[in-house]
């Protein structure tokens, strides 16, 4: 089954770029899409789906990229309120499955 | 607005059984295909369960199927998710989310619901 790969933790000063990595074999190839979780057990949010976009409510400071075998969730000018979790998922067609990252916990420091 | 709201979950013993709702409103219901996901405690999110708007797609996790099942009531505006011989390692709050665009992104979700598998 196909497999996602994230950093447990990122930790990045207040008004600098935070850069969240997504690794997975040719994602490049599939579409991703991000999600944050304020607090464990608390509803997620989708901050970034089609690799790149982003809904409607969500800052432009978070962007996305994909290519090769990584993809990336980019958080510009960081504020305390972006610590949160942050997982990626993508739907493997070969096997009919959505599939999530582990997840990384996002510091401010 | 958008609203998701799960229902159903509770205290089970080993090899008992839960049927999970979740009530949506605030958008078309029958054009959206849905899913459950859960996140046990301390772990991150795992993906359960998906059903396409007319439910004629359904797709399981290999860790739940042929135990989990997800139906739909369209004229209820509801998703359902029938737990069998639930196992200690099931015990999660379980979310339904809605595909945004019938490709597996989930751009709402609802609360969740705790399910506690324990003797």
């Known amino acids: 089954s196909y497999v996602l790969t994230q950093p447990p933790s990122v930790a990045v000063a207040p008004g600098r770029t935070a850069i969240l990595t997504c690794g997975g074999n040719?994602?490049?190839?599939?579409?991703v899409h991000w999600y944050q979780q304020q607090r464990p057990g608390q509803a997620p949010v989708l901050v970034i789906?089609?690799?790149?976009d982003r809904p409607s409510g969500i800052p432009e400071r978070f962007s996305g990229s994909n290519s090769g075998n990584t993809a990336t969730l980019t958080i510009s000018r960081v504020e305390a309120g972006d610590e949160a979790d942050y997982y990626c998922q993508v739907w493997d067609s070969s096997s009919n499955h959505a599939v999530f990252g582990g997840g990384t916990k996002l510091t401010v420091l | 607005q958008v609203q998701l709201v799960e229902s159903g979950g509770g205290l089970v013993k080993p090899g008992g059984s839960l049927r999970l709702s979740c009530a949506a409103s605030?958008?078309?219901?029958?054009?959206?295909?849905m899913g459950w996901i859960r996140q046990g405690p301390g772990k991150g999110l795992e993906w359960v369960s998906y059903m396409s708007s007319s439910g004629t797609d359904i797709f399981y996790a290999d860790s739940v199927k042929g135990r989990f099942t997800i139906s739909r009531d369209n004229g209820h505006n509801s998703l359902y998710l029938q737990m069998d011989s639930l196992r200690a390692e099931d015990t999660a709050v379980y979310y339904c989310?809605?595909?945004?665009?019938?490709?597996?992104?989930?751009?709402?979700w609802g609360q969740g619901t705790l399910v506690t598998v324990s003797s």
């Open positions: 989310a809605r595909d945004r665009n019938t490709a597996a992104i989930f751009d709402s």
């Open positions: 789906y089609y690799d790149t």
């Open positions: 040719n994602i490049g190839h599939k579409t």
């Open positions: 605030g958008f078309m219901f029958s054009d959206y295909s």
